[in-house]
């Protein structure tokens, strides 16, 4: 593993499979009665949060606490960046603090590799979503969940997801997790098809390492697995489709589309859920729908991640001693 985890691309498969198994130990702590390891005992790590976040934020923290870090939540609203205080300081008054590791959420794409590269910190660096351009945890726990459901949860351990296809509907343009899943699925093997009106497909996607469609039926029957990104009217500055309705029409994912499925595939959403527009109720209480299990899967994630990064080269999770009697 490298020092920092600010890209998806950046993982080898060597890396990614190391960091899913890794995250299959992890999980097993959850069936504990306590469900807490000391593998980052006296270690801080920082939650450094400048977007508004509720699913990546709380997963991160309860990742930290799992393994026993010292956590420090820190937001921007109401804090000395409401002020004008830049990144550089921020990062300067942490390194002053003696953190080992900070979870940075940025608007700006690219902030965690400058924070991570600009000597400002000596501490290990964790994206946790920048602009429009990567969420690698978010991309692992969804290859994770593929993995659990479509080669096993046992037999799993050390596999990739070679031959799998898998199919992200959608706002691509404004999607950090399309473009951090296009790299990790790639590299794990799978075949990836993006599905999505023409305006919402970045310039240069034909670069991608995938496949572009704009027809959301010819795709399904062929799909193993099949991811809804959510709209993000919160980055949109143009009318980038004609009406919600005629949006739900052509890309939403409903009960007669989810029939044209495999059996044996699944339906993802990274959440929080637009119901009705993406996806139906229908759909998203389905038993096909993994959007709940994605979000326990976060944890064990980020604490595989978290323990890679700075827990050492012990085993993750020490066998429990069963006492003579």
């Not at 080992?100 to 794409?109: E, N």
């Not at 050390?158 to 590299?187: E, F, Y």
């Not at 970045?202 to 010819?218: N, Q």
């Not at 029957?221 to 500055?237: F, G, I, T």
């Amino acid at each position: 593993m490298q020092r920092h985890l600010i890209s998806a691309a950046d993982l080898t498969r060597d890396d990614a499979v190391l960091i899913l198994d890794t995250a299959e130990e992890m999980a097993r702590v959850a069936d504990r009665p306590i469900k807490k390891l000391p593998t980052l005992r006296g270690r801080t790590v920082v939650n450094l949060f400048f977007e508004d976040s509720t699913r990546t934020r709380i997963s991160f923290e309860a990742a930290e606490k799992r393994l026993s870090a010292d956590v420090i939540n820190f937001t921007a609203k109401g804090s000395s960046v409401s002020k004008g205080e830049s990144l550089k300081d921020t990062a300067q008054t942490l390194e002053a603090m003696g953190v080992d590791a900070v979870v940075i959420r940025h608007g700006a794409s690219g902030a965690p590799y400058t924070l991570a590269n600009s000597g400002w910190i000596d501490a290990a660096v964790i994206n946790a979503g920048d602009g429009t351009h990567q969420h690698p945890t978010q991309a692992l726990l969804d290859a994770f969940t593929m993995r659990r459901r479509l080669v096993g949860r046992d037999t799993g351990i050390g596999q990739d997801l070679s031959g799998k296809r898998i199919t992200l509907v959608g706002d691509v343009l404004h999607s950090r997790v399309a473009r951090s899943n296009v790299d990790l699925l790639h590299t794990l093997g799978a075949e990836v098809t993006l599905v999505a009106p023409p305006t919402l497909l970045p310039v240069g996607v034909g670069t991608w390492p995938c496949e572009v469609s704009y027809d959301l039926d010819s795709v399904l029957p062929k799909s193993d697995a099949v991811m809804m990104l959510r709209v993000q009217r919160e980055r949109m500055n143009a009318a980038f489709f004609p009406t919600e309705r005629e949006y739900s029409r052509r890309y939403g994912l409903d009960g007669d589309r989810m029939a044209r499925l495999p059996e044996h595939a699944i339906v993802m959403h990274p959440g929080p859920m637009v119901r009705g527009m993406e996806i139906t109720a229908d759909v998203a209480d389905s038993d096909r729908c993994t959007a709940i299990e994605q979000v326990a899967n976060g944890v064990s994630i980020r604490m595989a991640v978290l323990y890679l990064l700075l827990g050492g080269n012990e085993p993750a999770v020490t066998p429990t001693r069963t006492e003579e009697k």
